[in-house]
């Protein structure tokens, strides 16, 4: 079975070689969906039994690596020399380097690789990250599994 739990945060990106807009400083109101899947813990009496996983203890992992990470902070492509100058002088401004150009696809496989060691199998139910599926917009999402992040690790 698939349990999901929502999470959203404020953060600023640019698409450095963007065509159009997307080259601008601006920011997004993101919303993921943190998919996991396993089978439910049948152990008897303990607190998860007939769960997957508890939602609580998504939600734990999720603020800690993922929400308190990224909200009200600005994520850089090490390779945008503009915007790491900049960061490099105002280093109190919140901001996040990474490797990759900040897309949504980008961001929603790097969540996943936050995540997925924190999804522990405690329960031997199978229990294990399933996908990540992120917006930017209302109008605009990505899926992203484990076999895509495993075709995009090397780059992040
Ligand atoms: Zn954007």
Same mark, same amino acid.
């Given at each position: 079975? &698939?349990? %999901?739990?929502?999470?959203?945060?404020?953060?600023?990106?640019?698409?450095?070689?963007? /065509?159009?807009? =997307?080259?601008?400083?601006?920011?997004?109101?993101?919303?993921?969906? %943190? =998919?996991? +899947?396993?089978?439910?813990?049948?152990?008897?009496?303990?607190?998860?039994?007939?769960?997957?996983?508890?939602?609580?203890?998504?939600?734990?992992?999720?603020?800690?690596?993922?929400?308190?990470?990224?909200?009200?902070?600005?994520?850089?492509?090490? &390779?945008?020399?503009?915007?790491? +100058?900049?960061?490099?002088?105002?280093?109190?401004? &919140?901001?996040? %380097?990474? !490797? #990759?150009?900040?897309? =949504?696809?980008?961001?929603?496989?790097?969540? #996943?690789?936050?995540?997925?060691?924190? %999804?522990?199998?405690?329960?031997?139910?199978?229990?294990?990250?399933? !996908?990540?599926?992120?917006?930017?917009?209302?109008?605009?999402?990505?899926? =992203?599994? /484990?076999?895509?992040?495993?075709?995009?690790?090397? /780059?992040?």
């Amino acid at each position: 079975m &698939k349990v %999901i739990k929502e999470l959203q945060w404020d953060m600023g990106h640019r698409i450095t070689n963007h /065509r159009s807009q =997307c080259r601008n400083l601006h920011g997004h109101r993101y919303k993921a969906e %943190i =998919c996991i +899947e396993g089978d439910l813990v049948g152990i008897e009496g303990i607190s998860n039994e007939g769960m997957v996983i508890d939602f609580g203890d998504i939600k734990k992992i999720a603020v800690k690596h993922i929400h308190n990470v990224l909200d009200h902070g600005f994520m850089v492509w090490n &390779k945008d020399k503009v915007l790491m +100058e900049y960061f490099k002088k105002n280093a109190d401004q &919140k901001h996040i %380097i990474v !490797s #990759f150009v900040p897309t =949504c696809e980008n961001i929603a496989a790097w969540i #996943f690789n936050q995540l997925d060691s924190h %999804i522990k199998d405690r329960y031997k139910n199978g229990l294990r990250l399933h !996908s990540i599926k992120l917006w930017e917009t209302p109008t605009s999402v990505v899926i =992203c599994t /484990r076999n895509d992040v495993k075709k995009l690790t090397k /780059r992040l």
